[in-house]
């Protein structure tokens, strides 16, 4: 342990981001008084004790400063605790990532609309040393948005500043309450992996706007070649279950074992035959499944291209899934813009 009095100055208690393209929340502050932009107008508490402050500006910050996954203890040495930290970043990292999707779905199902999506990386995070102090420790993200402008600055007034760039959505307070309750669906799963999938959601979804749509199925597939695997093993759990309660007697450890393990050999290809032979899964979710995988398996074996209404259809899957097995209903409006 490192001496407390020479902790590096880079462990923080919070962490945020800053929504890009820009958006107000709440609603449109008095764009002369610069100082209204960071007026906190909303503050809720998420499982794993961790608190959420936005700011009217777009800015997103959550509190990881009780014990949880995504704490930090500020006494920690530095390079002896790197793992640790690192750890505990990447999980602020998913906790944004997925409050983002929670974001998406929660606009489009009061409104009907969308933003361009973003993904947060350990690059474009915000960390703060305490979220109530609100000072900003890092701020790549801000940078980066700055930027933008200079490589347009032919294109604008000398004084125009990037934070004034025209912001078409504004966010409601009944929209943020929405996305913290379908946050709390994801905090509180009983699932261990329905964080990581989540991002993966996102970061398909961020992939096909990207034109990336190779990126994007095999992302996607990911997320629903796992989901596919749950359900597999309940179905098993299931048909073990009923077969006790008809011989009346309990299977021994081996052979549960052994239906266990023969469960998880089946590729996706044998899953889906036999749920469908079955009659567990309807003949069009048979069709997507086999659809998806047989064009991921394209392109990951042999760089086929891929199209965008693949790229669709791998996302509209993906989503369906954690609806049907996770029962987290994130599913979210995706667009493509062309420039010429």
């Given amino acids: 342990m490192g001496n407390p009095n020479d902790m590096n100055p880079m462990l923080s208690t919070g962490a945020g981001y800053f929504h890009w393209p820009p958006i107000w929340v709440g609603q449109i502050p008095s764009l002369h008084d610069t100082s209204a932009w960071s007026i906190e107008v909303f503050r809720t508490s998420?499982?794993?004790?961790?608190?959420?402050?936005?700011?009217?500006?777009?800015?997103?910050?959550f509190d990881f400063s009780t014990p949880s996954r995504g704490y930090v203890d500020p006494q920690l040495d530095w390079?002896?605790?790197t793992p640790t930290i690192q750890q505990a970043i990447y999980f602020r990292i998913s906790v944004l990532n997925a409050h983002l999707v929670c974001l998406y779905a929660a606009l489009a199902q009061e409104e009907t609309r969308h933003l361009r999506k973003m993904v947060v990386t350990p690059s474009n995070m915000l960390s703060y040393r305490s979220i109530d102090e609100k000072?900003?420790?890092?701020?790549?993200?801000?940078?980066?948005?700055?930027?933008?402008?200079?490589?347009?600055?032919?294109?604008?007034?000398?004084?125009?500043?990037?934070?004034?760039?025209?912001?078409?959505?504004?966010?409601?307070?009944?929209?943020?309450?929405?996305?913290?309750?379908?946050?709390?669906?994801?905090?509180?799963?009983?699932?261990?992996?329905?964080?990581?999938l989540v991002n993966l959601y996102l970061r398909s979804c961020k992939a096909y706007e990207d034109h990336d749509f190779g990126l994007c199925l095999a992302t996607s597939w990911t997320v629903t070649e796992k989901l596919?695997?749950?359900?597999?093993?309940?179905?098993?759990?299931?048909?073990?279950?009923a077969r006790m309660l008809a011989s009346g007697k309990q299977k021994s450890n081996k052979e549960l074992h052994k239906i266990l393990i023969e469960g998880r050999a089946y590729s996706a290809s044998a899953i889906t035959k036999k749920l469908r032979l079955a009659g567990v899964i309807p003949a069009s979710l048979?069709?997507?499944?086999?659809?998806?995988?047989?064009?991921?398996?394209?392109?990951?074996?042999g760089l086929v291209a891929i199209d965008s209404d693949k790229g669709q259809e791998a996302l509209r899957l993906a989503g369906e899934m954690l609806r049907l097995i996770y029962e987290l209903d994130l599913r979210v409006p995706f667009t493509l813009e062309m420039l010429f």
């Fill in 228 to 241: 596919l695997g749950v359900f597999w093993q309940g179905y098993l759990d299931h048909l073990d279950s």
């Fill in 135 to 196: 000072g900003v420790m890092h701020h790549e993200s801000v940078v980066n948005a700055q930027y933008h402008f200079v490589r347009s600055s032919d294109a604008i007034p000398p004084e125009f500043q990037w934070w004034r760039e025209k912001r078409s959505a504004v966010i409601s307070i009944q929209v943020l309450e929405n996305s913290c309750q379908l946050m709390d669906q994801i905090l509180r799963h009983p699932s261990s992996d329905a964080l990581d």
């Fill in 79 to 81: 390079v002896a605790s």
């Fill in 286 to 301: 048979c069709e997507e499944l086999n659809s998806v995988r047989q064009f991921r398996n394209k392109w990951v074996h």
């Fill in 46 to 61: 998420l499982p794993q004790g961790i608190t959420l402050i936005v700011e009217a500006q777009g800015v997103f910050i």
